[in-house]
């Protein structure tokens, strides 16, 4: 499987829409409500999948809320902040239904291997909840656990999960876990919100068990942001950039502007003609970003298949989101 993806805007029948055209279609579509909206520099994807939905792109029926900034960086505390407020407004809206009182019980599970920088989201945000004011909170009851993983423990994290669940018997389990990304743009600047509960280490091909409703009998919030993308995606976007950079100078070639130019050009322009390059390098050159990603990874299969790539400062990554997903959960929680 190729552009190997948790997020369900960039599994392949959501892009495909992404057209004006296919964008009309899929309003239309009785499966599938779609709505995109801002906060700020905040993309808000908000998608709704019923039965028939759930057949025509293969994602499970349910709510799928993914909030994306591309202008995040570990350092720009302004910008997280604006993400952290719009993670606690939509963990309200994906719940708005459920009404906590004194009596109710939520499993909070922080997935993945705290030893594995990339895949430590989950067991540290639990760190962090576990020294927060939901230790002693009156309101409602709160049992918090990282389970590790099936490598650590010999053991199915689900079993575990279920174990805690028939012994705690929650009204709610909240799940946070770290994903794969099939664009390297939203490495680290997106987090999706799903009611439909979760396949640990799917997208990396290493799926365990769902934990699910349909599994516990009680809700199952997933929350995750992807922390690392399939090699090929890599060698497809560099590809792009540079066919893109190169399109961008052809046919600026002869301007008066160019001679005006002392530094080599980088366009940001969006509208460039690529078939501008296709006596050079050939038809393959106006392929969409998705139909090159495809081409490498049949061209690299079986050679490093399992390769993933993650950001160098993926620690200050990992800090700051287990940081805003720990409080962003406490703060919900609390105001209730």
Not at 301 to 318: H, Q, R
Request: proline share 4%; aromatic share 8%; net charge negative.
């Amino acid at each position: 499987m190729w552009g190997r993806t948790d997020l369900i805007d960039e599994s392949e029948e959501m892009v495909k829409h992404r057209t004006e055209s296919q964008k009309a279609k899929l309003d239309n579509s009785e499966g599938i409500k779609f709505d995109e909206g801002r906060n700020g520099a905040v993309l808000i994807t908000s998608i709704e999948v019923n039965e028939e939905g759930e057949k025509q792109i293969g994602k499970k029926q349910g709510k799928y809320i993914t909030l994306t900034d591309l202008t995040l960086s570990p350092h720009d505390e302004k910008s997280f902040e604006n993400m952290a407020r719009t993670f606690i407004d939509y963990l309200r809206d994906m719940h708005k239904e459920f009404s906590l009182t004194e009596e109710s019980k939520i499993l909070i599970i922080g997935l993945g291997n705290a030893t594995v920088t990339p895949d430590a989201i989950g067991p540290k945000a639990i760190e962090y909840l576990q020294n927060s004011s939901l230790t002693n909170n009156e309101k409602v009851k709160v049992v918090m656990y990282a389970p590790g993983v099936t490598g650590q423990t010999g053991f199915e994290t689900s079993d575990f999960v279920s174990a805690i669940s028939e012994a705690f018997k929650p009204d709610l389990i909240l799940v946070m876990d770290a994903l794969a990304a099939r664009n390297s743009e939203r490495l680290c600047k997106t987090i999706q919100i799903t009611n439909t509960g979760i396949h640990p280490g799917s997208g990396v091909g290493n799926q365990r068990k769902e934990i699910s409703k349909e599994v516990y009998g009680v809700p199952v919030t997933a929350i995750g942001v992807p922390m690392v993308v399939d090699g090929p995606v890599l060698y497809a976007d560099a590809v792009e950039q540079v066919i893109h950079h190169v399109a961008a100078r052809v046919e600026e070639k002869g301007k008066p502007s160019s001679a005006l130019s002392v530094t080599p050009m980088v366009s940001n322009k969006t509208n460039i003609d690529k078939k501008v390059l296709e006596p050079i390098f050939g038809e393959w050159v106006g392929w969409s970003t998705e139909e090159k990603r495809q081409l490498f990874e049949e061209v690299f299969v079986g050679k490093n298949p399992s390769l993933f790539v993650t950001p160098k400062e993926t620690d200050l990554w990992v800090e700051q989101y287990a940081y805003m997903l720990s409080t962003g959960i406490e703060t919900w929680i609390t105001s209730k």
